[in-house]
């Protein structure tokens, strides 16, 4: 079955969003398969970021991601990598719908508290670097 990567970055997890978007997955039926808080380092985010880095807010992007913990996930269950990004609502929060996580609870794109795989492949190379084969259950 098709997996996805969601994190709640370092503003979702300091604001105490993390029940609220967890249940948001869990209400829609999808299945938790991996979970940890941690601290990103710059080698693992220049490689999450890959297509990002030379964009002129990589650095703000960076060090935002390095500014606390992450809430790392990973959620299993049908069309989860789509419906998860629906579940996120657009990357501008001023463009992502009321009833999206970002439209609820998000002003700027620079901080919009949650990162969620783009495709099924991509899903499965975000999967790989942010956990160890042992911490999928
Ligand atoms: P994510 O990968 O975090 O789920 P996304 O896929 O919706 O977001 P990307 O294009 O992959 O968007 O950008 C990754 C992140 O980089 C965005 O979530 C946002 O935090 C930041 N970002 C993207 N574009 C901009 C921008 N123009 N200005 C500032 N930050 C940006
Ligand atoms: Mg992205």
Redesign the pocket.
């Known amino acids: 079955t098709e997996r996805t990567f969601i994190a709640v970055k370092p503003d979702g997890v300091q604001r105490g969003l993390f029940p609220e978007i967890l249940s948001r997955f869990f209400n829609k039926g999808y299945k938790l398969v991996a979970i940890k808080l941690t601290m990103a380092n710059e080698p693992l985010l220049r490689e999450h970021?890959a297509d990002?880095q030379s964009?002129p807010?990589f650095p703000?992007?960076l060090s935002y991601m390095l500014s606390g913990p992450v809430l790392a996930t990973v959620w299993e269950g049908k069309d989860v990598v789509k419906q998860g990004r629906i579940l996120?609502g657009a990357?501008n929060p001023l463009a992502s719908a009321p009833g999206t996580i970002r439209g609820d609870f998000a002003v700027d794109?620079?901080r919009?508290i949650?990162?969620?795989s783009?495709s099924v492949e991509t899903a499965e190379k975000e999967i790989a670097l942010w956990f160890k084969k042992e911490e999928l259950v």
């Open positions: 970021y990002l964009k807010f703000s992007l996120l990357t794109m620079g919009n949650i990162h969620g783009d």
